[in-house]
């Protein structure tokens, strides 16, 4: 288990973090969506999303 030191370089050693990384760059593409494609995608906008942040807004613990 690993803990937090608060070092990044430590965290960048982490072979979770490591297999990670290398799994990313084997498979990445180069592909982007963009954030509005994506939204539209599941059927919202930025509109909407703003609309209910502003009907619900987050509460402080």
Do not use: V
Request: hydrophobic share 25%; net charge negative; proline share 5%.
């Amino acid at each position: 288990m690993t803990t937090d030191s608060g070092n990044p370089r430590h965290d960048r050693q982490d072979p979770w973090d490591t297999t990670l990384i290398k799994l990313r760059q084997a498979t990445d593409n180069g592909h982007r969506t963009d954030l509005d494609d994506a939204l539209e995608a599941f059927g919202t906008s930025r509109d909407e999303l703003q609309a209910e942040l502003e009907a619900h807004p987050l509460r402080d613990s």
